[in-house]
């Protein structure tokens, strides 16, 4: 069975420039959660998507934004990029409701802003 | 507020035994996790307490104390593939799911 997948694996963006990163999640999972990870920290939590709704957000600015939709799957935009927002996006998938169950990480995409 | 605090780096000797422990103060407590994580790959799960106690899984270990916001990892028989960050995560009850407040991580080095 697959795993997370997210693409792209690695990007690099220039400031002021917008990105689009996506996410599969495990078949049969309907919760997707984005995490930024910055280099040397732990992940930090950014949205929650349920059944097509936010269910959480984090401590980010509205230049982050996501949606999810009708098979799961998910995208994080980010806008006006900033040097600050160059670090490693994972995206976790869950079945909500299960409780002591993981959340399963994807390999994250490695974003670069120059 | 949330707050997690984990050791920045151990370092221990192949065959050894290293504990990490975890102190958290957060807002809501849905169980605590513990994840591994090699070098420019994905966290995976390691271990789960939602109550206090010891859970043993193989050569790993986890213990919660949730009156004294407290965990440990317990890792035994150190191999060289267990250098890797290992991060202590509280789930977040405020949200639906599979939230977490993550601690910096602590880096684990396993020498020969």
């Known amino acids: 069975d697959a795993g997370v997948t997210q693409s792209p694996t690695h990007l690099i963006k220039t400031r002021g420039q917008h990105v689009t990163l996506r996410c599969s999640p495990i078949?049969?999972?309907?919760?997707v959660s984005w995490y930024q990870q910055v280099l040397g920290q732990g992940p930090q939590f950014i949205f929650q998507?349920?059944?097509?709704?936010?269910?959480g957000r984090g401590n980010f600015p509205d230049r982050f934004s996501a949606r999810q939709f009708p098979n799961y799957s998910s995208e994080l935009n980010v806008n006006a990029l900033l040097l600050g927002d160059s670090a490693l996006y994972l995206c976790?998938?869950?079945?909500?409701?299960?409780?002591?169950?993981?959340?399963?990480f994807g390999q994250g995409t490695r974003l670069t802003v120059v | 507020g949330q707050n997690i605090d984990q050791p920045t780096e151990m370092t221990a000797t192949e065959g050894a035994i290293v504990q990490i422990n975890c102190t958290y103060q957060?807002?809501?407590?849905?169980?605590l996790f513990w994840y591994q994580q090699h070098a420019g790959e994905a966290p995976t799960f390691l271990s789960y307490n939602v109550l206090d106690g010891l859970e043993e899984k193989g050569r790993f270990s986890s213990f919660l104390s949730r009156s004294k916001g407290y965990s440990y990892l317990l890792l035994k028989e150190l191999q060289m593939k267990d250098s890797a960050s290992y991060l202590c995560a509280v789930r977040d009850e405020r949200y639906y799911g599979q939230n977490f407040v993550f601690g910096p991580g602590t880096r684990l080095s396993v020498l020969p």
């Open positions: 078949s049969g999972h309907k919760s």
């Open positions: 976790a998938s869950s079945s909500p409701g299960t409780t002591g169950t993981e959340a399963f």
């Open positions: 998507y349920y059944e097509k709704e936010e269910r």
């Open positions: 957060t807002s809501g407590f849905n169980g």
